[in-house]
């Protein structure tokens, strides 16, 4: 056997027996009103087309997940109030790429955030996969 068919043989054995790779997520558990949902976001090239995510009737999350070009490597956390007028941002945060898990509660830790007109409460946390 020659030795280009020997090496391609051995690569394709190797690459056959190689894990798949999985992309990167970051997925944020938000709790409201006792039932928990998981949100899940992949890597984008622009925030623009990253539309929120509606929970429950009154609070809207949104997770903007950059992680290229470097300088604007990111994951930024919103949480809007829903408001008859419109949405209405109540909290945001920012989180450099990448992020480390702590043991509990992901990279964000356990965040709560209060809808001041309904008294309502919303909590999360994040973690990257």
Known sequence: MAKTTK?????????????????EIVAC?????????TIVAAPVDSPYGVAPVAIGSFFLFRIVFQ??????????????ANHDS????IHQASYTYPQTNAAVNG?????????????????YWCEQK
Request: net charge negative; aromatic share 14%.
């Open 86 to 89: 419109g949405p209405a941002i």
């Open 7 to 23: 090496f391609a043989l051995a690569l394709a054995a190797f690459i056959a027996a190689s894990p798949p790779v999985q992309a």
């Open 29 to 37: 558990h938000v709790t409201y009103g006792g039932t928990t949902q």
């Open 107 to 123: 990279f964000s830790g356990l965040i709560f955030v209060y809808e001041p007109l309904r008294d309502s409460e919303l909590q």
């Open 67 to 80: 992680t290229e070009p470097a300088d604007l490597a990111s994951i930024k956390l919103y949480t809007y």
